[in-house]
Structure formats: structure tokens, C-alpha cells
């Protein structure tokens, strides 16, 4: 069965400090992949997806992920963190043939320390 | 563009009334829409796929008669939790697909509406 992984619950980081948030998936089909982020009570907003390409992909609020597919992984990263996203974090993954379906991993709740 | 709106945001109700929660799609099309429940500090689980104009498909586990879902228009999605029980409170999301791009699973969502049961 598919599944996303998202190795940590938690992170904590300083504010100005980079940030790495881990994603992995089992698929066997090329995965369609998506990272959201979730500030407590709101819905969902996408920062970025990767379908094809570039395998480095640019989001918004400076956000950008890269697509490995040796590692089957979909790590996003920023450079430099402010407070303000300080939220939940979530991978999610489709895949063509997967009834239009995402796979949500178990989220990265990220705290930002000023 | 591709704005999901939900209402209402938040409802409280007793234990054995129904509830209705609405999905809109305000500014595209949406022939597949689909409902989540998030408990608290979890992930999305997914409900259903609600599909315009057909039955909605439900996951395993999901009780279709609890969970009463319509698609009756393009840009409308509804939710109905029969007979609530405490056990149904939780953070209810929606998400949609444009008909009108080629979007590789990407979903649109909706800002959640939080149940209350007493």
C-alpha cells in the first residue's frame, strides 16, 4: 500500500536559522507530490508541487523542495525561517491511477524561537 | 484563483440532530470534491470522493449513512452528519479539483469547519 512518511513530529529552529522538513513515500508509480502548510483552526495552503521536471521546485514564502527519486524523497526546505511560519506542516502524495487521490503524511508541527 | 469556501465555519449542535456543511468552489469548476476529518494534532483522513452528479465513493471504514454527501452541482459539495454523537466532533475539510486543468491529483481546499457535539 502507498504511504508518506514525515520522520518528525516535531521541530523547533530559531527564527533566521534553515530549515528542513523530511518527506518520504512508498509508490510504485511516479508520485505527483505536494507540500501544505496549516496554521491552527485553517484549512490547508499549498506552498508548492512537483509534477515533472526540474526536480528543484520554487514555492511560495520562500519555500522550495526537491524531488529525489533515488531516495524517494520530497524534502522541503527554507533557507531562513521568520516566526510567522511557525504551523503544521504536511507532504502529500498522488499518483496517476490513484483515483485523483492524495496521501497525506503525519504532518511537522514546526515552533519557531525568536 | 481556485478558491474553496466552506460553511459554516464552526457549529455546535446536540447529540442526535444532523448537521450540514457546505463546499463551494467560488471561481472554477469542480466534477470531484472531496471530504476530510482531521482530529486534533493528526493528519487528513479521507472520507469521500463526492463526484457531480453520481454517488459519492466512500473509504473503508466511513459509514455512508452517517455521512451523507451530495454533489449536485459543479461548484457545490455537501456534507450532512446524521444523528451527531460526541464521537463526530472533529475538523471537517474539503478539497476540489478544476475540471478545467490538467492538475495531477492537485487539490484546492477549503478553510475547515469545526463540529461541536454535545
Known amino acids: 500500500a502507498q504511504s508518506v512518511t514525515q520522520p518528525d513530529i516535531h521541530i523547533t529552529v530559531s527564527e533566521g536559522a534553515s530549515l528542513e522538513l523530511r518527506c518520504n513515500y512508498s509508490?510504485?508509480?511516479?508520485?505527483?507530490l505536494f507540500w501544505y502548510v496549516q496554521s491552527p483552526g485553517q484549512g490547508l495552503q499549498l506552498l508548492l508541487k512537483?509534477?515533472?521536471?526540474?526536480?528543484l521546485v520554487q514555492g511560495i514564502k520562500g519555500f522550495e523542495a526537491e524531488f529525489k527519486r533515488s531516495q524517494s524523497s520530497f524534502n522541503l526546505r527554507k533557507p531562513s525561517v521568520h516566526w510567522s511560519d511557525a504551523a503544521e506542516y504536511f507532504c502529500a502524495v498522488g499518483f496517476t491511477g490513484g483515483g485523483n487521490k492524495l496521501t497525506f503524511g503525519t504532518g511537522t508541527q514546526l515552533k519557531v524561537e525568536l | 484563483g481556485a478558491v474553496v469556501s466552506q460553511h459554516p465555519s464552526r457549529v455546535i449542535c446536540k447529540s442526535g440532530t444532523s448537521v450540514k456543511i457546505e463546499c463551494r468552489s467560488l471561481d472554477f469548476q469542480a466534477t470531484t470534491m472531496f471530504w476530510y476529518r482531521q482530529f486534533p494534532k493528526q493528519s487528513l483522513m479521507l472520507m469521500a470522493t463526492s463526484n457531480e452528479g453520481s454517488k459519492a465513493t466512500y473509504e473503508q471504514g466511513v459509514e455512508k449513512d452517517k455521512f451523507l454527501i451530495n454533489h449536485a452541482s459543479l461548484t457545490l459539495s455537501t456534507l450532512t452528519v446524521t444523528s451527531a454523537h460526541p464521537e463526530d466532533s472533529s475538523f471537517y475539510i474539503c478539497s476540489a479539483r478544476d475540471l478545467m486543468k490538467n492538475s495531477y491529483n492537485e487539490q484546492f481546499f477549503g478553510p475547515g469547519t469545526r463540529l461541536t457535539v454535545l
Open positions: 509508490y510504485g508509480a511516479t508520485p505527483y
Open positions: 512537483y509534477f515533472s521536471g526540474d526536480t
